[in-house]
């Protein structure tokens, strides 16, 4: 589309949010950008309207159509009531949680949804303040309702808020829900709509009575609470980086015995304006700074973290040497699966009908520990409704010991569905606590592992590719990477390549095609060599970027072997980033 004609549909579109319907403020804002000399932020705000995708909707706030706003999110609600009345329109009383993290506008957002739900019938239970995420997931269940929805954008930028929406089960959607919902959405055209005007009567308060209830419920996750007592003094320091973590998950940390939880007091203040970080991410070592800090200066044992809603978590624990290392997010998954199925085993609980659940670009160490101990695994694709769909089609047949994925999230329990790092955090503080009556720190917990499984490094790499172009370059990419596929990487003979698009698998060993058996498709890739090294290739569905998730596996033999794997390791993976950024040039 030429710049002209696309400043015209722009300008034609934001004159409608200039109508009586739109709040004076609205307006105001969008009457400013028509007026602008520099239509730059127009076109932004209104070259289309903010997508309601299968997790919901997120993007920068502000007014227009591509901003998340209450016209954006009460459309969104608007849609999601018109398909619950339709799929549970024989029920007395259809209802639905409501809860909201930390963010500017997120309670303002919250409060406008509950008006639009209860306008269309809907019975709304309304957290009191900001809840984690995971609770929303856990209240959905336990209250019995048909739907929820939360208002974070996770741990984005502070200018992001977003929008995620899940189902009875208390998971984010899959089919055919997602799509249905995503149509009725889309129905929606304008906040004439849109039912704002809620009904009082149909809105509870909820808050205290839910937060006793799932932190009881997480007690019972608990496998070691005897090395809890003898280490209840063990210092932790815990960050929420200023989000909702920090309404609950010390309580949680007290009530599974920890009594010596140190606070990072610049962090625990609640703001959406983040203060102390540039990006309120736990994987981000800027963001984890203050709290090692505060670690260094009480000399504690474990750093624990969660994002903005409090379904991230993030550790650094201390080396031989005293210094303090950041866990990534494979390393976190990888010592709770370890932990958790050695906590099964000890407690007599496995019978051979217990499973774990990865997603596809979470590393293998994984399940070299769920084979060595006959307990099934799953691979799913990136998304913790993937994880969930597995619980959901398992249950009452087989147990769920945990789950987890290379972006820092991890669930311990299954009577919630999605990522939750309240029990995280508990179980990652537990499980320090059981390797102290070992003899072991968390660190050498970790190269414990590695000497029985083998080192594993892994790395995601990004190319960012921009605009229209950029989104052109990256599909481009992806063809090529299909039709002319990678036969070594650094060196190491491709042996298997997985299309998760076709859904087809080929050995390049004997030249065989296989099926995969996935519930849909996907746009990723993954390679597979002869020396183990894994390489998984997706688009972005959130960033202008192609990515790249790289795994090397090297086997040892003894403790002495770790810096020497470590650092072959660290060669290969430079190998590999030479290679893949070679090929990403135009």
């Known amino acids: 589309m030429e710049n002209k004609s696309l400043l015209e549909m722009v300008r034609n579109r934001a004159q409608v949010w200039l109508g009586s319907e739109y709040d004076s403020e609205t307006r105001a804002q969008v009457r400013k950008m028509l007026d602008s000399e520099d239509p730059t932020e127009l076109i932004e705000s209104f070259y289309r309207d903010l997508e309601f995708g299968t ?30 009345l339709k799929e549970f329109g024989d029920l007395e009383q259809i209802s639905v949680v409501i809860g909201h993290d930390c963010r500017n506008n997120s309670r303002l957002f919250a409060e406008t949804c509950a008006g639009v739900f209860s306008a ?25 309702c048909q739907s929820g929805i939360i208002l974070t954008a996770s741990h984005n930028p502070k200018e992001y808020n977003g929008y995620k929406a899940y189902w009875s089960d208390g998971a984010q959607m899959v089919a055919p829900h997602d799509k249905n919902t995503i149509a009725e959405v889309n129905k929606i055209r304008n906040a004439n709509d849109i039912r704002f005007e809620g009904r009082k009567e149909l809105i509870e308060i909820i808050g205290a009575d839910v937060d006793r209830m799932y932190i009881d419920d997480l007690k019972t996750v608990s496998l070691s609470p005897d090395a809890i007592r003898r280490h209840r003094d063990m210092k932790i320091v815990y960050t929420p980086i200023h989000g909702t973590g920090v309404r609950l998950i010390p309580d949680a940390l007290a009530s599974y015995g920890f009594a010596n939880i140190i606070h990072v007091p610049e962090q625990d203040a609640v703001s959406g304006d983040f203060p102390t970080v540039t990006s309120p991410n736990p994987e981000e070592p800027a963001a984890m700074a203050l709290a090692v800090a505060r670690a260094k200066e009480t000399d504690a044992e474990l750093v624990l973290a969660s994002d903005p809603d409090a379904d991230r978590v993030g550790a650094a ?14 390393q976190i998954a990888t010592l709770l699966v370890y932990y958790l199925i050695a906590g099964w085993k000890e407690a007599g609980r496995l019978t051979g009908k217990e499973y774990v659940v990865k997603t ?11 084979d060595r101990n006959g307990v099934e695994i799953y691979d799913v694709y990136t998304g913790f409704k993937w994880i969930a769909d597995v619980i959901r089609r398992n249950e009452g047949r087989k147990s769920y010991i945990g789950g987890g994925e290379e972006s820092y999230g991890f669930l311990c329990e299954d009577f919630v569905r999605d990522k939750d790092a309240v029990s995280a955090c508990c179980m990652m503080a537990e499980m320090t606590a059981w390797a102290k009556d070992r003899g072991l720190s968390l660190y050498r917990l970790l190269r414990q592992i590695y000497l029985e499984y083998g080192y594993s490094r892994e790395v995601s790499i990004s190319v960012e590719k921009k605009g229209k172009s950029g989104a052109e370059e990256i599909e481009a990419m992806m063809k090529q990477y299909r039709e002319n596929p990678l036969r070594e990487i650094a060196g190491s003979k491709v042996t298997v390549l997985y299309d998760y698009a076709s859904l087809k698998g080929h050995s390049f060993c004997d030249g065989e095609t296989f099926s995969l058996n996935m519930p849909t498709t996907s746009n990723v890739l993954q390679y597979c060599t002869d020396d183990r090294t894994k390489i998984s290739i997706r688009p ?43 090929r990403a040039q135009p």
Not at 120 to 144: C, M, Q
Not at 361 to 366: D, G, L, P, S, Y
Request: hydrophobic letters at 40%; charged letters at 25%.
């Open 55 to 84: 997790g919901g909707l997120r993007g920068i706030m502000g007014a227009g159509s591509n901003r998340m706003n209450r016209y954006t999110a009460g459309a969104a609600t608007q849609g999601l009531a018109n398909y619950l």
């Open 120 to 144: 269309n019938g809907i019975k709304v239970y309304l957290f009191d303040d900001l809840r984690p995420t995971p609770e929303i997931s856990y209240a959905i269940r336990r209250l019995g």
């Open 317 to 330: 624990v201390k080396n031989d040497a005293g210094e303090w290392t950041l866990l990534n997010g494979n």
């Open 360 to 370: 596809i670009v979470t590393t293998e160490t994984i399940r070299a520990i769920a």
């Open 540 to 582: 972005s569905g959130t960033e202008p970027k192609i990515k790249f998730y790289c795994e090397v596996h090297i086997d040892v033999e003894k403790d002495e072997d770790l810096e020497a794997a470590e650092q072959e390791a660290l060669a290969r993976i430079a190998r590999i980033r030479e290679q893949i950024l070679h």
